[in-house]
């Protein structure tokens, strides 16, 4: 008797698997998709990663959003893609015909070519590095290139004085600020901010506080440490109070910058005009909150210790505490959840999204999202009064 006919190598990727998707892959905002930190295809995800930093250094933004959004829909996806996977990820809104090919390229390569060149060519590695100064971002890093510069080192002997001071600082730094913290590390550096907090006020019972960014969303190393805090009734210039204080406690080395205008404003978001200026700032983290964005001294290093210090980046964000649960909620989610938030409450609700405080574009008025107990009934009453499903900060991880 004759053996079957075996399908072919050819016909198989026409045919992938029928596997039902979870019905919230189709949302069209990542704010109401399910994203862990770690994905199934996450070396792609990380291959995506690089094109968009490329496109970042190029000043490309529409490139840039693009690469965000089929980020954040392949980490949403919960399995390993398979030959003619493609045509799968097609299903998650945001994903373009330009990104779908190259999952095929990768199915069927294993690589990706643009990637290959990309960690080739000079312009973009120097750029790279340069961009990896704290303070310098994607136009300065080019300037630099263009200049001839290639190395930290030319940099520093032959542009130091140029630089801003914040920049000396981040490269004087450089090999600190780049190390990544450990999780142990970044709680006891949140406890000795909350504890200096609570001595410079009227006790434990005002002070909360809550550690938020990639620490939050369950990362074993940080960058820094996004440390969100409010005071029932003394938040107002606690910002300066409390960095004064680190620094007189010697934990604080430098302060890189200090914004103090939610309190001069009493507490409330900016106007709707100031919009343009606040977001075009150019630097992610911008709202209308007041922070401190520090140089701090490890814990393995404190003050008094006679080891080489070891600096560490912290970034403390006060809030009222009527804002407290729109800050949490801002200071949590990967970017494109941030950015898809802002999306869904202007064109669902027409609000506008700031962790400052939710405006309602029509009236002005700001949104009240109610009394709370605790940091977790703060954010959930946001996800509540937004209409939007809860997702845990573990699954805000769009990148
Ligand atoms: C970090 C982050 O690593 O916030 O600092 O993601
Ligand atoms: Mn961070
Ligand atoms: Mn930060």
């Known amino acids: 008797p004759s053996l079957p006919t075996l399908s072919t190598d050819e016909t198989y990727p026409e045919q992938p698997p029928a596997r039902p998707l979870p019905e919230w892959i189709s949302n069209k905002y990542a704010c109401e998709r399910q994203t862990p930190l770690v994905c199934p295809n996450q070396p792609f995800a990380d291959a995506l990663s690089t094109i968009k930093l490329a496109r970042e250094l190029s000043g490309d933004r529409v490139g840039v959003r693009a690469y965000a959004s089929a980020i954040a829909a392949v980490k949403t996806f919960p399995w390993a893609f398979e030959q003619g996977g493609e045509r799968e990820l097609g299903k998650v809104p945001g994903v373009g015909k330009k990104v779908t090919m190259l999952l095929r390229e990768w199915l069927q390569t294993g690589r990706l070519t643009e990637v290959e060149a990309l960690e080739k060519d000079e312009e973009f590695t120097t750029c790279r590095l340069f961009w990896n100064i704290w303070g310098v971002g994607p136009s300065t890093a080019k300037h630099l290139y263009q200049q001839g510069f290639r190395t930290l080192e030319d940099v520093k002997l032959q542009y130091w004085g140029r630089l801003t001071r914040e920049q000396q600082i981040g490269l004087k730094y450089f090999d600190d600020i780049g190390m990544r913290i450990p999780r142990d590390e970044v709680a006891e550096l949140g406890r000795i901010i909350q504890t200096m907090a609570v001595q410079i006020t009227d006790g434990g019972n005002g002070v909360h506080s809550v550690i938020c960014g990639g620490y939050r969303r369950g990362k074993e190393m940080s960058g820094d440490v996004d440390i969100i805090m409010t005071h029932r009734t003394q938040w107002q210039h606690l910002v300066q109070r409390l960095t004064e204080a680190l620094e007189k406690t010697g934990w604080v080395t430098h302060v890189l910058s200090i914004s103090k205008s939610m309190s001069e404003r009493g507490g409330h978001p900016p106007e709707l005009h100031a919009e343009k200026g606040i977001w075009q700032s150019g630097w992610g983290g911008a709202d209308s909150l007041d922070k401190s964005l520090l140089v701090f001294r490890s ?52 609000w506008r999204f700031d962790s400052g405080g939710v405006v309602d574009r029509a009236t002005g008025h700001v949104v009240d999202f109610g009394e709370w ?27």
Request: hydrophobic content about 35%; some cysteine; aromatic content about 6%.
């Open 299 to 350: 814990p393995t290093t404190p003050p008094g210790s006679e080891a080489k210090i070891l600096h560490r980046r912290v970034d403390i964000i006060i809030s009222p505490p009527s804002a407290f649960g729109t800050a949490i909620v801002g200071w949590t989610g990967g970017t494109t959840f941030e950015r898809d938030l802002r999306r869904l409450l202007k064109e669902r609700k027409g």
């Open 373 to 399: 107990e605790t940091a977790e009934e703060a954010e959930r009453a946001v996800f509540r009064g937004c209409g939007m499903e809860w997702i845990d900060p573990e699954l805000r991880n769009t990148g």
